[in-house]
Antibody, heavy 130, light 107 residues
Framework: QGQLQESGPGLVKPSETLSLTCTVS??????????WTWIRQAPGKGLEWIGY???????NYNPSLKSRVTISSDTSRNQFSLNLTSVTAADTAIYYC??????????????????????WGQGTTVIVSS | DIQMTQSPSSLSASVGDRVTITCRAS??????LNWYQQKPGKAPKYLIY???SLRSGVPSRFSGRGSGTEFTLTISSLQPEDFATYYC?????????FGQGTKLDIK
C-alpha cells in the first residue's frame, strides 16, 4: 500500500507562487497503474479537484485553475509537485496529494473504468497572507 | 462542469440508526460516482466506487445505490466511528467535482 506525504511552505505571500511536493513511497510515479492528483479544501469548505499527472507527464487540470496550475513529476525522487501562481487569499486551503486508482469492470469489449482517490496524504495547510 | 448536490447538508442521528444521504448530479453520470468519509483533521477515506461497490475493508453496513443523476449512501446501523462528513464525487468527466458534503453528527 503506497503512502504519500506533502511538503512545502505553510505561508505564501499574495501574488507569489505556491509550490508543494508530494513524496510517494511504496509505488512509482512512473507507473502506468495510477494517476497522481492534487485536491484542496478551503477552511470549513468542501473538496476541490486541482488536477492530475499520469505516467511520465500527461496532465489534466481543473479549468477554473488551469491558467495558474502546473503539476509535474520528478522520477528520480519519486515525487510529484504542484505549482500555483499568482496566489490570493482565496487559495488558502489544506492541500492534499492523492493517488487515483482505476478499477475496470465488465467484459472485453464492454469494459468500464472507474477512477477514485484511494490513498491520500495527510494534507498540508497553506495560508496566503502578507 | 458537472454539479454535485448533496442533501441534507447536516444530519443528526443516534448510534444504531439507519441513515441515508442523497447526491444528485446536474447531468447523467451513469455509475461514475464515488463516496468518501472525512473525519475532522483527517484526509478523506475512499468508501464506495461505481456507485454501489464497497472498497476493500469498508464495513458492510455501508451501501450505495443509484445511477444516472440520483445516488444514495446508506449506513444501516450507525456506529460511533461513523460520525463524520461524507462527500460524493463524480468521475464521469473532468474536472472531477465533489458534493458540498453532509455532516453526520450525534443526536
Amino acid at each position: 500500500q503506497g503512502q504519500l506525504q506533502e511538503s512545502g511552505p505553510g505561508l505564501v505571500k499574495p501574488s507569489e507562487t505556491l509550490s508543494l511536493t508530494c513524496t510517494v513511497s511504496g509505488d512509482s510515479v512512473t507507473s502506468g497503474t495510477y494517476y497522481w492528483t492534487w485536491i484542496r479544501q478551503a477552511p470549513g469548505k468542501g473538496l476541490e479537484w486541482i488536477g492530475y499527472i499520469y505516467h511520465i507527464g500527461s496532465t489534466n487540470y481543473n479549468p477554473s485553475l488551469k491558467s495558474r496550475v502546473t503539476i509535474s513529476s520528478d522520477t528520480s525522487r519519486n515525487q510529484f509537485s504542484l505549482n500555483l501562481t499568482s496566489v490570493t487569499a482565496a487559495d488558502t486551503a489544506i492541500y492534499y496529494c492523492a493517488r487515483i486508482v482505476v478499477v475496470d469492470e465488465g467484459v472485453p469489449g464492454d469494459t468500464y473504468y472507474y477512477f477514485g482517490m484511494d490513498v491520500w496524504g495527510q494534507g498540508t495547510t497553506v495560508i496566503v497572507s502578507s | 462542469d458537472i454539479q454535485m448536490t448533496q442533501s441534507p447538508s447536516s444530519l443528526s442521528a443516534s448510534v444504531g440508526d439507519r441513515v441515508t444521504i442523497t447526491c444528485r448530479a446536474s447531468q447523467s453520470i451513469s455509475s461514475y460516482l464515488n463516496w468518501y468519509q472525512q473525519k475532522p483533521g483527517k484526509a478523506p477515506k475512499y468508501l464506495i466506487y461505481a456507485a454501489t461497490s464497497l472498497r476493500s475493508g469498508v464495513p458492510s453496513r455501508f451501501s450505495g445505490r443509484g445511477s444516472g443523476t440520483e445516488f444514495t449512501l446508506t449506513i444501516s446501523s450507525l456506529q460511533p466511528e461513523d460520525f463524520a462528513t461524507y462527500y460524493c464525487q463524480q468521475s464521469y468527466r473532468t474536472p472531477y467535482t465533489f458534493g458540498q458534503g453532509t455532516k453526520l453528527d450525534i443526536k
